[in-house]
Protein backbone atom coordinates (compact mmCIF):
# COMPACT_ATOMS: atom_id res chain seq x y z
CA UNK A 1 0.00 0.00 0.00
CA UNK A 2 1.28 3.31 -0.71
CA UNK A 3 0.74 7.16 0.32
CA UNK A 4 -1.41 9.13 -1.36
CA UNK A 5 0.55 12.32 -0.71
CA UNK A 6 3.39 10.74 -2.85
CA UNK A 7 1.22 10.39 -6.23
CA UNK A 8 -0.81 12.59 -8.70
CA UNK A 9 -4.59 12.72 -8.46
CA UNK A 10 -4.45 10.64 -11.66
CA UNK A 11 -2.19 8.12 -10.46
CA UNK A 12 -5.23 7.93 -7.22
CA UNK A 13 -7.87 7.66 -9.36
CA UNK A 14 -7.11 5.69 -12.35
CA UNK A 15 -3.57 3.79 -11.63
CA UNK A 16 -2.96 0.22 -10.39
CA UNK A 17 -1.60 0.93 -7.40
CA UNK A 18 -3.11 0.39 -4.03
CA UNK A 19 -3.14 3.73 -2.36
CA UNK A 20 -6.42 3.81 0.39
CA UNK A 21 -7.59 7.09 2.11
CA UNK A 22 -7.75 6.44 5.77
CA UNK A 23 -9.33 9.24 7.85
CA UNK A 24 -8.32 10.65 10.52
CA UNK A 25 -8.73 7.50 12.93
CA UNK A 26 -6.91 5.40 10.77
CA UNK A 27 -10.18 4.18 9.38
CA UNK A 28 -12.04 3.43 5.87
CA UNK A 29 -15.64 2.44 4.97
CA UNK A 30 -16.37 -1.29 3.66
CA UNK A 31 -19.51 -1.76 2.24
CA UNK A 32 -20.40 -5.50 2.04
CA UNK A 33 -22.48 -6.77 -1.14
CA UNK A 34 -23.96 -10.20 -1.41
CA UNK A 35 -21.65 -12.07 -4.06
CA UNK A 36 -24.96 -13.48 -5.84
CA UNK A 37 -28.08 -11.41 -4.86
CA UNK A 38 -25.97 -7.91 -4.84
CA UNK A 39 -28.19 -7.12 -2.05
CA UNK A 40 -26.11 -4.44 0.37
CA UNK A 41 -25.40 -6.57 3.95
CA UNK A 42 -23.76 -4.21 6.17
CA UNK A 43 -21.40 -1.43 6.24
CA UNK A 44 -18.31 -1.71 8.36
CA UNK A 45 -15.02 0.02 8.81
CA UNK A 46 -11.10 -1.28 8.50
CA UNK A 47 -8.09 -0.29 8.93
CA UNK A 48 -4.85 -0.81 7.28
CA UNK A 49 -4.44 -4.31 8.89
CA UNK A 50 -7.92 -5.11 8.52
CA UNK A 51 -7.63 -4.59 5.15
CA UNK A 52 -4.31 -6.16 4.33
CA UNK A 53 -5.66 -10.05 6.33
CA UNK A 54 -8.81 -9.09 4.21
CA UNK A 55 -6.44 -9.55 1.44
CA UNK A 56 -4.46 -12.19 2.55
CA UNK A 57 -7.24 -14.37 4.06
CA UNK A 58 -9.72 -13.87 1.40
CA UNK A 59 -12.50 -13.42 4.72
CA UNK A 60 -13.31 -10.26 5.42
CA UNK A 61 -11.84 -8.55 8.81
CA UNK A 62 -12.97 -5.17 9.98
CA UNK A 63 -11.92 -2.87 12.91
CA UNK A 64 -14.63 -2.93 15.57
CA UNK A 65 -15.10 0.49 16.44
CA UNK A 66 -17.11 -0.69 19.68
CA UNK A 67 -14.38 -3.14 21.20
CA UNK A 68 -11.02 -1.12 19.23
CA UNK A 69 -9.77 -4.81 17.99
CA UNK A 70 -9.60 -6.45 14.67
CA UNK A 71 -12.69 -8.17 13.84
CA UNK A 72 -12.88 -11.19 11.38
CA UNK A 73 -16.34 -10.92 11.05
CA UNK A 74 -18.24 -14.27 11.55
CA UNK A 75 -15.72 -15.45 14.13
CA UNK A 76 -18.25 -16.06 16.95
CA UNK A 77 -21.69 -15.92 15.00
CA UNK A 78 -20.06 -18.53 12.03
CA UNK A 79 -21.22 -15.84 9.64
CA UNK A 80 -17.54 -15.98 8.22
CA UNK A 81 -17.31 -13.91 4.74
CA UNK A 82 -15.71 -15.31 2.04
CA UNK A 83 -14.61 -12.48 -0.15
CA UNK A 84 -15.16 -12.81 -3.94
CA UNK A 85 -14.16 -9.74 -5.10
CA UNK A 86 -12.65 -6.53 -3.54
CA UNK A 87 -13.35 -2.89 -5.33
CA UNK A 88 -12.72 0.53 -4.29
CA UNK A 89 -13.64 4.00 -5.23
CA UNK A 90 -12.16 6.75 -7.72
CA UNK A 91 -10.37 8.48 -4.60
CA UNK A 92 -9.39 5.25 -2.81
CA UNK A 93 -11.14 5.90 0.59
CA UNK A 94 -14.05 3.44 0.20
CA UNK A 95 -13.97 -0.54 -0.69
CA UNK A 96 -16.40 -2.52 -1.71
CA UNK A 97 -16.67 -6.42 -0.62
CA UNK A 98 -18.92 -8.91 -2.72
CA UNK A 99 -19.00 -11.96 -0.26
CA UNK A 100 -20.15 -14.87 0.50
CA UNK A 101 -21.73 -14.95 3.71
CA UNK A 102 -21.09 -18.74 5.44
CA UNK A 103 -23.30 -20.27 8.78
CA UNK A 104 -27.00 -19.13 8.58
CA UNK A 105 -26.56 -16.49 5.76
CA UNK A 106 -27.06 -13.68 7.49
CA UNK A 107 -24.56 -10.73 8.80
CA UNK A 108 -26.75 -8.51 11.25
CA UNK A 109 -26.65 -8.81 15.08
CA UNK A 110 -30.05 -7.93 15.52
CA UNK A 111 -31.59 -11.23 13.52
CA UNK A 112 -31.56 -10.01 9.55
CA UNK A 113 -29.74 -11.39 6.18
CA UNK A 114 -28.81 -7.73 5.67
CA UNK A 115 -28.80 -5.08 8.86
CA UNK A 116 -30.81 -2.53 5.89
CA UNK A 117 -34.34 -4.54 6.76
CA UNK A 118 -35.78 -1.39 7.34
CA UNK A 119 -37.20 0.78 4.75
CA UNK A 120 -37.56 4.92 5.51
CA UNK A 121 -40.87 6.91 4.33
CA UNK A 122 -41.25 10.23 5.58
CA UNK A 123 -40.24 9.79 9.33
CA UNK A 124 -41.08 5.95 9.69
CA UNK A 125 -39.36 2.66 9.49
CA UNK A 126 -41.13 -0.31 7.84
CA UNK A 127 -39.56 -3.68 8.24
CA UNK A 128 -38.67 -5.50 4.50
CA UNK A 129 -36.97 -8.27 5.54
CA UNK A 130 -38.45 -11.34 7.93
CA UNK A 131 -36.09 -12.36 10.68
CA UNK A 132 -33.83 -15.47 9.78
CA UNK B 1 -36.23 12.86 13.31
CA UNK B 2 -35.43 11.63 16.64
CA UNK B 3 -32.62 11.55 19.33
CA UNK B 4 -30.55 8.03 19.95
CA UNK B 5 -30.32 9.49 23.22
CA UNK B 6 -33.79 9.30 24.10
CA UNK B 7 -34.50 5.97 23.05
CA UNK B 8 -33.94 1.98 24.37
CA UNK B 9 -31.59 0.15 22.22
CA UNK B 10 -34.68 -2.02 21.57
CA UNK B 11 -36.16 1.21 19.72
CA UNK B 12 -33.47 2.21 18.14
CA UNK B 13 -32.38 -1.33 16.11
CA UNK B 14 -35.92 -2.63 15.56
CA UNK B 15 -38.54 0.00 16.40
CA UNK B 16 -40.33 2.56 13.70
CA UNK B 17 -39.04 5.94 14.95
CA UNK B 18 -36.11 7.21 12.37
CA UNK B 19 -33.55 8.32 14.35
CA UNK B 20 -30.06 8.51 12.61
CA UNK B 21 -26.83 8.65 14.67
CA UNK B 22 -24.64 11.67 12.95
CA UNK B 23 -21.33 11.17 13.31
CA UNK B 24 -18.96 13.94 15.60
CA UNK B 25 -19.00 16.24 11.91
CA UNK B 26 -22.77 15.40 12.27
CA UNK B 27 -22.45 13.11 9.22
CA UNK B 28 -24.20 9.73 8.58
CA UNK B 29 -22.59 7.55 5.55
CA UNK B 30 -24.79 6.74 2.52
CA UNK B 31 -24.21 3.95 0.01
CA UNK B 32 -25.69 4.51 -3.84
CA UNK B 33 -27.20 1.43 -5.38
CA UNK B 34 -28.52 0.61 -8.48
CA UNK B 35 -32.38 0.04 -8.34
CA UNK B 36 -32.75 -1.97 -11.28
CA UNK B 37 -29.14 -3.69 -11.53
CA UNK B 38 -27.94 -3.96 -8.08
CA UNK B 39 -24.48 -2.67 -8.79
CA UNK B 40 -22.97 0.04 -5.72
CA UNK B 41 -21.99 3.46 -6.96
CA UNK B 42 -20.66 5.37 -4.90
CA UNK B 43 -20.47 6.15 -0.87
CA UNK B 44 -21.21 9.89 -0.16
CA UNK B 45 -21.81 11.66 3.04
CA UNK B 46 -25.11 13.11 4.74
CA UNK B 47 -25.95 15.32 7.14
CA UNK B 48 -29.50 16.11 8.58
CA UNK B 49 -30.24 18.69 6.11
CA UNK B 50 -29.51 16.45 2.77
CA UNK B 51 -31.32 13.30 4.73
CA UNK B 52 -34.42 15.61 4.82
CA UNK B 53 -34.39 17.19 1.74
CA UNK B 54 -33.61 13.38 -0.05
CA UNK B 55 -36.90 12.39 1.87
CA UNK B 56 -38.85 15.41 1.15
CA UNK B 57 -37.78 15.60 -2.89
CA UNK B 58 -36.95 12.29 -3.74
CA UNK B 59 -33.77 13.18 -5.08
CA UNK B 60 -30.55 12.09 -3.29
CA UNK B 61 -29.28 14.99 -1.62
CA UNK B 62 -25.32 14.48 -0.07
CA UNK B 63 -23.06 16.81 2.11
CA UNK B 64 -19.99 18.06 -0.26
CA UNK B 65 -16.99 17.52 2.35
CA UNK B 66 -14.98 19.19 -0.32
CA UNK B 67 -17.42 21.87 -0.99
CA UNK B 68 -18.51 21.81 2.67
CA UNK B 69 -22.24 22.28 1.28
CA UNK B 70 -25.28 20.75 0.49
CA UNK B 71 -24.96 19.21 -2.88
CA UNK B 72 -28.19 18.06 -4.96
CA UNK B 73 -26.15 15.19 -7.00
CA UNK B 74 -26.56 15.72 -10.45
CA UNK B 75 -27.14 19.75 -10.20
CA UNK B 76 -24.05 20.30 -12.65
CA UNK B 77 -23.66 16.74 -14.25
CA UNK B 78 -27.06 15.69 -15.10
CA UNK B 79 -26.10 12.67 -12.74
CA UNK B 80 -29.49 13.19 -10.56
CA UNK B 81 -30.50 10.11 -8.40
CA UNK B 82 -34.20 9.70 -8.16
CA UNK B 83 -34.82 7.57 -4.79
CA UNK B 84 -36.48 4.60 -5.49
CA UNK B 85 -36.27 3.19 -1.84
CA UNK B 86 -34.06 4.43 1.27
CA UNK B 87 -33.00 1.97 3.66
CA UNK B 88 -31.46 2.33 7.17
CA UNK B 89 -29.27 0.10 9.54
CA UNK B 90 -30.12 -1.69 12.48
CA UNK B 91 -27.93 0.90 14.65
CA UNK B 92 -29.38 3.79 12.36
CA UNK B 93 -26.00 4.96 11.65
CA UNK B 94 -25.47 4.14 7.67
CA UNK B 95 -28.15 4.45 4.82
CA UNK B 96 -28.62 2.86 1.69
CA UNK B 97 -30.10 4.41 -1.32
CA UNK B 98 -31.58 2.56 -4.02
CA UNK B 99 -31.80 5.37 -7.45
CA UNK B 100 -32.28 5.72 -10.81
CA UNK B 101 -29.18 7.55 -12.10
CA UNK B 102 -30.47 9.99 -14.87
CA UNK B 103 -28.58 11.86 -17.31
CA UNK B 104 -25.77 9.75 -18.62
CA UNK B 105 -26.53 6.95 -16.33
CA UNK B 106 -23.04 7.21 -14.59
CA UNK B 107 -22.05 8.94 -11.04
CA UNK B 108 -18.57 9.30 -11.15
CA UNK B 109 -16.07 12.30 -11.76
CA UNK B 110 -13.65 10.28 -13.22
CA UNK B 111 -16.28 8.97 -16.16
CA UNK B 112 -17.73 5.97 -15.00
CA UNK B 113 -20.78 3.97 -14.53
CA UNK B 114 -19.82 3.29 -10.51
CA UNK B 115 -16.91 5.07 -8.79
CA UNK B 116 -16.22 1.02 -7.72
CA UNK B 117 -14.51 0.92 -11.58
CA UNK B 118 -11.18 -0.85 -10.10
CA UNK B 119 -11.06 -4.32 -8.27
CA UNK B 120 -8.00 -5.14 -5.85
CA UNK B 121 -6.01 -8.23 -6.31
CA UNK B 122 -2.71 -8.67 -3.40
CA UNK B 123 -1.44 -4.72 -3.68
CA UNK B 124 -3.01 -4.13 -7.95
CA UNK B 125 -5.53 -2.70 -9.15
CA UNK B 126 -7.43 -3.68 -12.32
CA UNK B 127 -10.28 -1.96 -14.09
CA UNK B 128 -13.69 -3.69 -14.56
CA UNK B 129 -15.65 -1.30 -16.41
CA UNK B 130 -15.59 1.00 -19.42
CA UNK B 131 -15.75 4.62 -19.48
CA UNK B 132 -19.24 5.71 -20.25
Known amino acids: MRD ?27 VAQHAETGEVLMLAYMNAEALEKTLE ?28 DLLIDCDQDTVVL ?19 FRSVKDSTLTKVQDRL
Chains 1, 2 share one sequence.
Not at 7 to 27: H, Q, T, Y
Not at 98 to 115: I, N
Request: charged residues 25%.
Open 4 to 30: QKTMSRNEIEEGPVLAPKFDEKGLIPA
Open 57 to 84: TGQAHYWSRSRQSLWLKGETSGQIQEVA
Open 98 to 116: KVLPQGDGGCCHVGYRSCF
